[in-house]
């Protein structure tokens, strides 16, 4: 049974450029949530996927979108890179309408802005 | 804002000692609440759960108390072993879908 899986494992870009990166849920899971780990930090919420809509979403600029398909796999979309968004962005998927299902995460996409 | 933190970012345990890490939350809305093992390079690895309900829960070494009066929450690792080594969070979950985590302990076993 895989587990999330998230791709690319590292990525390097310079500053104005776009990104996206991409995540596939663990098998039986609708639900994908995106986080930003920065380093020596814990990870912060950027918004949440259900049935193909944005659910939820945390505080960060609409240069932030995503996406979720009909396959349940998911993007993370980042426009007009800056410096300060080189960090760790985790994916992590869930079952269920509650929302208060445990979360299983990827490993993670290394964002790297020069 | 309201957050979920930890109180100390480090912690160092002898080999077969038990550890003990706490973390302090402040929104009262939280139901569920989460601990997190994250090793270097990899995600945050699901280790024990506790909903709101509840006081305490015991899971493999693991023990989560929650003490709701106090908005205290901790994490017990009986007879620590160096595979325990990582960093620990605390993540709490309110009614909108959202994991708040804290900063994070370090833990480090000597062997």
């Known amino acids: 049974d895989a587990g999330v899986t998230q791709s690319p494992t590292h990525l390097i870009k310079t500053r104005g450029q776009q990104v996206t990166l991409r995540c596939s849920p663990k098998?039986?899971?609708?639900?994908v949530s995106w986080y930003q780990q920065a380093l020596g930090q814990g990870p912060q919420f950027i918004f949440q996927?259900?049935?193909?809509?944005?659910?939820q979403r945390g505080n960060f600029p609409d240069r932030f979108s995503g996406h979720q398909f009909p396959n349940y796999s998911s993007e993370l979309n980042v426009n007009a890179l800056l410096l300060g968004d080189s960090a760790l962005y985790l994916c992590a998927s869930s079952s269920g309408t509650s929302g208060t299902d445990e979360q299983f995460f990827g490993p993670g996409t290394r964002l790297t802005v020069l | 804002g309201e957050s979920v933190g930890l109180h100390l970012p480090t912690l160092s345990v002898q080999e077969g000692d038990n550890s003990i890490i706490n973390c302090a939350y402040s929104n009262s809305a939280s139901d569920y609440f989460i601990w997190y093992k994250q090793e270097s390079g990899k995600g945050p690895q699901f280790i024990i759960d506790i909903r709101s309900n509840m006081d305490k829960r015991q899971g493999q070494r693991v023990t989560v108390l929650l003490n709701k009066t106090v908005k205290h929450l901790s994490l017990q690792i009986a007879a620590t072993q160096p595979g325990d080594s990582a960093v620990y969070f605390c993540?709490?979950?309110?009614?909108?879908?959202?994991?708040?985590f804290g900063a994070g302990t370090t833990v480090t076993v000597r062997a």
């Open positions: 993540a709490e979950e309110s009614n909108d879908y959202k994991l708040s």
């Open positions: 098998s039986g899971h609708d639900t």
């Open positions: 996927y259900y049935e193909e809509e944005e659910r």
